[in-house]
C-alpha cells in the first residue's frame, strides 16, 4: 500500500454523483431503494467511467489497485460499503480503486471499533503507520505501535479483511520490489556518485508496491541496505525522507 493523492473530479462527474446520491436518499425514504440496482445503472454511464478513470489516474501509469498495489485497478470500490453506507454510495470521497480478488475479499466487510474505522483508507492516511513488512517473507502485517504497546488495530484488520498476509502472488510482487530497491542502494553504496534527488527519482521509478513508505516511514530503515545507507549517508538519507515526506 502507499499513500495517494485523491484528485479533483470534473465538474460534470461532481455534479452527476450528487444527483444520483439525492436521488438514492430520497428513494431510502421512500423505502423504495434497491441499492445494487441503483449502483448498477449509475456505473453503466460514460460520467461513472470517468470517474474510474480519475480514480486510475490517481494511481500513476502503472494503475495498480489502492490495496494491495499488485494488481490491476479495475473497478470501483466502496470503501464504506455502499450496503450498509448507502447515504455515501455517490460520494467522492468514499469511492477508491481495487482489483478484483481486492474487491471480493472485502466484500461488505467494514471493520470498526466502534466508532471509528479499523480499515486504511490510503487516500486518508498513510498506510504504513499502520502496516509493517517482512522483509524475509514477503508478508504484510500489522505494526507494533509502541504508544499502546500492542499491534496497530487498524493494521491487523486491514490485514485479515484483504488477506494482506496470504496471498503468494502479493508476497512475490512485494518482495520482487524489495529486490529491486535494495539493488538500487547497494549500487549507491558501492559507488556513492549519484545525488540524493537522483538516488530517490530511481527508488520511486522501481518502487511498484510502495515500499518506500516502509523504508522512509516505516520500519524498513532498520533493515539492510536501508540501515547502511542511513548510517553510512546521514545527509543523503535526510535528505531523500526529506523529499519523499514532502511528495506525500
Ligand atoms: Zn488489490
Known amino acids: ?38 449502483w448498477k445503472s449509475a456505473r453503466k ?25 499488485d494488481s490491476h485497478g479495475s473497478d470501483i470500490e466502496h470503501f464504506r460499503p455502499k450496503a450498509l453506507h448507502h447515504k455515501r454510495m455517490f460520494r467522492w470521497r468514499n469511492l477508491l480503486l481495487c482489483c478484483t480478488e481486492c474487491g471480493r475479499l472485502k466484500g461488505n466487510r467494514f471493520p470498526t471499533d466502534g466508532k471509528r474505522p479499523l480499515l486504511i483508507d490510503p487516500t486518508k492516511e498513510e498506510p504504513w503507520e499502520h502496516l509493517d513488512f517482512i522483509p524475509e517473507t514477503g508478508h504484510i502485517k500489522a505494526r507494533f505501535d509502541p504508544r499502546i504497546n500492542a499491534w496497530s488495530p487498524k493494521g491487523e484488520k486491514t490485514v485479515e479483511t484483504l488477506h494482506l498476509d496470504r496471498r503468494e502472488a502479493l508476497e512475490a510482487g512485494y518482495l520482487k520490489t524489495l529486490r ?56 543523503i538519507w535526510e535528505k531523500c525522507m526529506a523529499d519523499f515526506s514532502i511528495n506525500r
Open 45 to 69: 454511464t460514460q460520467t461513472m467511467q470517468a470517474v474510474l478513470k480519475t480514480l486510475q489516474k490517481m494511481m500513476g501509469s502503472r494503475e495498480r489497485c489502492m490495496y494491495c498495489l
Open 1 to 38: 500500500m502507499r499513500r495517494v493523492k485523491r484528485l479533483p473530479l470534473g465538474k460534470k462527474a461532481v455534479a452527476y454523483l450528487g444527483r444520483c446520491q439525492k436521488n438514492t436518499n430520497r428513494k431510502a425514504e421512500a423505502g423504495v431503494l434497491d441499492i445494487e440496482k441503483e
Open 180 to 235: 529491486r530497491l535494495s539493488r538500487i542502494i547497494d549500487n549507491f553504496l558501492e559507488n556513492p556518485s549519484f545525488s540524493a534527488s537522483h538516488l530517490l527519482e530511481s527508488l520511486s521509478a522501481d518502487d511498484e508496491h510502495g515500499l518506500l513508505g516502509w523504508i522512509f516511514i516505516g520500519t524498513g530503515q532498520h533493515h539492510p541496505p536501508f540501515k547502511d545507507l542511513r548510517e553510512q549517508h546521514p545527509l
